[in-house]
């Protein structure tokens, strides 16, 4: 008894998580955690951007990044330094040349063990050559194709934007799918900022005729002011403090009641901040972001504890976006829109009337059958059937899955293939009863032997469904989402509430069952 109250349960709380989105006017009516189905970008139109990793820039990062570990690597005073002249860094390529011909070996052979299999490293008389292997090249576009997804990601659910795709699409690019969003250039703007900061010195020694120049001494650059991009701020190029020690970042006001961004440094940036604000007070030091600087404040006091604070002349929302790339972090390589869509919500509107007519005529067409072939139980299976495509809605929208035209082919499919679940056991009862067994005992029976083959066949299917979701992207998982759902209710709804039904209907009794005839 308590099994079949259990089984009762389980389908009318299915039946109920379906209501919102077969009713929308009583979703209000539901806690928050009973929310209608999401639509998809082809059922609720929105905006469809197509983005481009530019891995030329992050080779470029790394290769720069690999000049500056490859000298640090030869002047380890631990290890001993190794004297060396003209390095550069050359398309991707960074040079030098050892000094002294019996230090070759060995500078080739700490690069080896410093960088390991990631650089290739050749030597050519006292000329020695580091390049990222094809090996290496592939990982860091692949990482920085991963992360960037990550970021975008963070970046648009910190805007509140509901049921975004995001997916990597070829070998860098990312397409980014924005339901019900139909003005996505605020949402291109902060995607596109690479929002990579960094906190330097400035350069006081820099004279004016210097900055009018435009060239900058070796170890400074001149960066433009954001908010007066005419000024010129001279930085050392040293970076003092990452942008990716940041633990956290929210937009505030000062106490002359302006907009500013409150920063958090985890423990390794604390440090390094309060050593950068000990060491240098009553000196200038930048907060440089994409290549441009935030601001130039003078250093008053040691700051310990991690704890900043940025102004700029923000507006309150230009604040609360630079706190939401922050926290989101850096993006590993710039990102280029190369194609942008809009799609409209008419279409979608005709999808959705569509699918529902093909689901409504599927299901009359597949009652009338069942109805015709099976009477009595045939009205119980197409109850079930009812009760099964509710469960499929209620509960891909508990899970939080957005409802495509793919996943409404799903579902249609699965209402095609559930009936199968309920004729395996029919049949087995016809054939029980024509052996000589009561109606209570065929019914038994029926489902009892017909068990393995309803299960081989739904289970197939859902490991078919599996791998499309595992391995497919886009509509296919969308397709594969429903599919999969829909053979657990069908196994649900088709084996154990039906039996529970049909049970109920024989009430203990051996009622004649209309369908079968004997030889």
């Known amino acids: 008894m308590f099994k079949k109250l259990a089984i009762i349960f389980v389908a009318v709380f299915g039946v109920l998580l379906a209501v919102p989105t077969i009713a929308p006017s009583l979703a209000p009516y539901f806690p928050s955690w009973i929310q209608p189905i999401p639509l998809g970008l082809d059922l609720k139109g929105g905006a469809q951007l197509l983005l481009e990793v530019d891995t030329d820039v992050m080779m470029q990062d790394k290769t720069a990044q690999l000049y500056e570990d490859a000298r640090s690597a030869l002047i380890d005073r631990d290890k001993g330094v190794i004297r060396f002249s003209n390095m550069r860094n050359n398309d991707g390529v960074v040079s030098f040349v050892v000094r002294d011909e019996a230090d070759v070996s060995k500078a080739k052979s700490r690069l080896k063990s410093e960088f390991g299999d990631m650089v290739d490293v050749t ?42 795709s995001i997916q990597s699409q070829g070998g860098k690019y990312i397409l980014v799918q924005l339901p019900g969003v139909d003005n996505p250039e605020r949402i291109k703007e902060l995607i596109g900022q690479t929002a990579k900061m960094t906190f330097h010195l400035v350069n006081e020694d820099i004279t004016q005729e210097q900055l009018a120049s435009g060239r ?49 440094f985890d423990s390794g940036g604390a440090r390094k901040f309060a050593r950068l604000t000990t060491e240098h007070v009553n000196e200038r030091f930048a907060i440089v972001l994409d290549d441009m600087v935030l601001s130039a404040p003078t250093i008053r006091e040691p700051i310990p504890g991690g704890r900043g604070q940025i102004s700029g002349g923000f507006t309150l929302q230009g604040a609360k ?8 972090g850096a993006l590993p390589a710039p990102l280029q829109v190369i194609e942008e ?90 054939d029980e009863i024509r052996a000589g067994s009561t109606p209570l005992r065929a019914v038994e029976a029926g489902f009892h032997r017909s068990m393995k083959a309803v299960l081989d066949g739904n ?21 594969a989402v429903t599919l999969s759902v829909g053979v657990l209710t069908t196994l649900f709804t088709c084996v154990s509430l039906s039996k529970v039904i049909i049970d109920w209907y024989m009430n203990g009794k051996n009622k004649k069952i209309g369908y079968v005839r004997s030889k």
């Not at 976006?321 to 989101?328: I, K, M, P, T």
């Open 321 to 328: 976006d630079l706190a939401v790339l922050l926290r989101s």
């Open 341 to 430: 869509r809009t799609v409209g919500a008419g279409l979608g509107a005709d999808t959705i009337a569509a699918g529902k007519i093909a689901s409504l005529f599927g299901m009359i067409f597949i009652m009338i059958f069942m109805i015709v072939c099976y009477r009595s139980f045939g009205v119980i299976a197409s109850f079930v059937l009812v009760i099964n495509l509710a469960m499929i809605i209620g509960i891909s929208a508990f899970l939080g899955a957005t409802l495509t035209l793919p996943g409404i082919a799903g579902i249609v499919l699965t209402l095609g293939m559930a009936v199968d679940a309920n004729i395996l056991p029919f049949e087995r009862i016809r």
């Open 216 to 264: 900058a001494p070796k170890g400074t650059e001149f960066l433009p002011l954001m908010e007066a991009p005419d000024q010129l701020i001279p930085v050392y190029s040293r970076v003092e403090v990452s942008g990716e020690s940041l633990k956290d970042s929210q937009a505030d006001f000062d106490q002359n009641n302006m907009p500013v961004v409150t920063t958090v």
């Open 459 to 479: 289970l197939t299917n859902l490991i078919c469904s599996l791998v499309l979701f595992q391995f497919g992207a886009g509509p296919i998982r969308g397709f």
């Open 123 to 164: 030597t050519d008389g006292r000329t020695i050559s580091l390049t990222y292997s094809e090996k290496a090249k592939e990982e860091l576009v692949q990482d920085a194709l991963s992360r960037s997804i990550e970021i975008v990601r963070r970046r648009i659910d910190a805007l509140g934007t509901k049921e975004p």
